[in-house]
Nanobody, 124 residues
Framework: QVQLVESGGGLVQAGGSLRLSCVAS????????MAWFRQAPGKEREFVAC????????YYADSVKGRFTISRDNAKNTVYLQMNSLKPDDTTVYYC?????????????????WGQGTQVTVSS
């Protein structure tokens, strides 16, 4: 029902910033709770941040709290992840996810639609 496309990944030095974007099509973004996850090869998917349908509620993993900010612009069908003070440990593939029936969940199983992922590499 919805397709998600991430962009904004790339190479950045430690301490730098990146802004990831996730554009949704095929549905109204306001109908979905949105989240960002990340996953490296051979490792489990890790929750990063999530945001409720209206944008009024957000939740962050402890590892990124204070450094990352999730936001959404429902009029543009876009979700963002502003990443500041990046660390080498942040290096991995980041995925955007949408869930129609859950709100601001940190569980990957609560999300039904996923983007293709965008690579973030932080050099030391």
């Amino acid at each position: 029902q919805v397709q998600l496309v991430e962009s904004g990944g790339g190479l950045v030095q430690a301490g730098g910033s990146l802004r990831l974007s996730c554009v949704a099509s095929g549905g109204t973004l306001s109908s979905y709770s949105m989240a960002w996850f990340r996953q490296a090869p051979g490792k489990e998917r890790e929750f990063v941040a999530c945001i409720s349908r209206s944008g009024g509620t957000t939740y962050y993993a402890d590892s990124v709290k204070g450094r990352f900010t999730i936001s959404r612009d429902n009029a543009k069908n876009t979700v963002y992840l502003q990443m500041n003070s990046l660390k080498p440990d942040d290096t991995t593939v980041y995925y955007c996810a949408a869930g129609r029936y859950s709100s601001a969940s940190s569980r990957s199983g609560d999300y039904d639609y996923w983007g293709q992922g965008t690579q973030v590499t932080v050099s030391s």
